[in-house]
């Protein structure tokens, strides 16, 4: 039987689309997996975050209750991963900078994988060299992270919004979900008197109260970049960390944050870090290949990089009690479990709006699959 007939699965790209769906010349988003940790302080193993995120995201659902539809069935290409460069931080971030550059002059939006926390320098510095003083960053995090060094590096992963405050002003960074800051750095916060820190036990203490989610957005200037560690996160819900702190975000309330700032701002670029896999242990990796996906339907939705999206923006966040209905044709499609139930089901047929990469080797597999052979959703 030849090569291009097995059902070989593609590369790694994130939600295991078709490559003809990914290519990087129609993309608006581009995503950059950088497999890099070497300052991280406690457990160690965000280098494995990226392929964890790009393994799990095969197993997110398309479709999408709260736009009524596949946002993300196009439009996402996935790099390779960037090698690390041992040299150390500063090595690697300036490859982190010379690739966000690269992706920003040929008009795509960029969106790293970490990898631990200090790469973020990288993409902050190639989108200030463009935007200026109209970039800000929202900082969802534990951490306060404003060291000036950590375990005698100035790049460790502890010092990251320090290396960035060198670049922007303290005006123009928010911190959200901050538990953890030591002497030194809450001495910089009263004298700079920096009041962009959305301390965690508030936001907590609120409760369903979510007005903070509004004054982040009026903190924020016109241009926004996004940077999640992880921990940002209560352990409860994202354990794979390399440095857990109790008493952090849940789910929903991040969602609802993050919709609100794509909705309201430009957002120019994201990163997701800190993924720390915990063997065998699969939630934590699902949890953040989801969040990058709800991530993205936000800012498709927003760019209008959604075709023939049935509903206005966040109908169904504002009218959660009504899921929207299934569009007409869609009604009978199959649901193919994400545990992989399906995978044992050869001839399952899916319908070509959700195909997933399978057997994609060459041209005449792509022409073969358009007259329209049975071909498996692979997960
Ligand atoms: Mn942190």
């Known amino acids: 039987m030849p090569l291009d ?71 996402v290409h996935t790099l390779p991963e960037l090698e690390p460069d041992m040299q150390g931080p500063q090595a690697t971030v300036a490859n982190v900078e ?115 989610i509004d004054r982040v957005c009026k903190r924020l200037k016109k241009r926004v970049y996004i940077t999640i560690d992880l921990d940002a996160f209560d352990p409860s819900v994202m354990p794979a960390v390399g440095t857990p702190e109790p008493g952090g975000l849940l789910w929903y309330p991040v969602l609802n944050l993050l919709r609100q700032v794509v909705g309201q701002h430009d957002v120019v670029g994201c990163d997701v870090v800190e993924l720390c896999p915990i063997p065998g242990f699969i939630a934590p990796d699902f949890f953040a290949a989801k969040l990058i996906f709800k991530l993205l339907a936000f800012l498709f939705a927003r760019h209008g990089w959604i075709p023939d999206r049935p509903r206005p923006d966040h109908a169904f966040a504002q009218n959660a009690s009504q899921p929207p209905r299934p569009k007409k044709g869609e009604a009978h499609r199959k649901r193919e479990h994400p545990s992989g139930a399906a995978r044992s089901t050869p001839a399952a047929v899916a319908s070509p709006s959700t195909k997933r990469q399978g057997v994609r080797s060459s041209r005449s597999m792509a022409s073969a699959r358009s007259s329209s052979p049975p071909t498996r959703r692979e997960r």
């Open 98 to 212: 010379n690739a966000v550059q690269a992706l920003v002059a040929d008009g795509k939006f960029p969106f790293l994988l970490g990898g631990e926390h200090s790469l973020t320098t990288g993409p902050v510095r190639a989108l200030h060299a463009v935007y200026g003083d109209d970039l800000s960053v929202l900082q969802l995090d534990a951490h306060a992270d404003l060291r000036d060094a950590y375990e005698h590096t100035p790049f460790s992963h502890a010092s990251v919004m320090r290396r960035l405050n060198e670049l922007i002003p303290l005006s123009h960074l928010t911190q959200v979900g901050i538990r953890n800051i030591s002497a030194s750095e809450m001495d910089l916060v009263r004298k700079s008197k920096h009041d962009g820190i959305f301390w965690a036990h508030e936001i907590a203490a609120g409760g369903h109260d979510q007005s903070w």
């Open 5 to 75: 007939q097995l059902p070989f699965r593609g590369g790694a790209n994130f939600l295991g689309l078709p490559s003809e769906d990914c290519r990087y010349e129609d993309a608006h988003v581009v995503l950059l997996p950088v497999p890099y940790d070497s300052t991280t302080s406690y457990r160690a193993g965000t280098r494995d975050g990226p392929a964890a995120i790009l393994a799990a995201s095969r197993n997110v659902e398309l479709f999408d209750p709260e736009f009524g539809c596949e946002p993300l069935n196009r439009g």
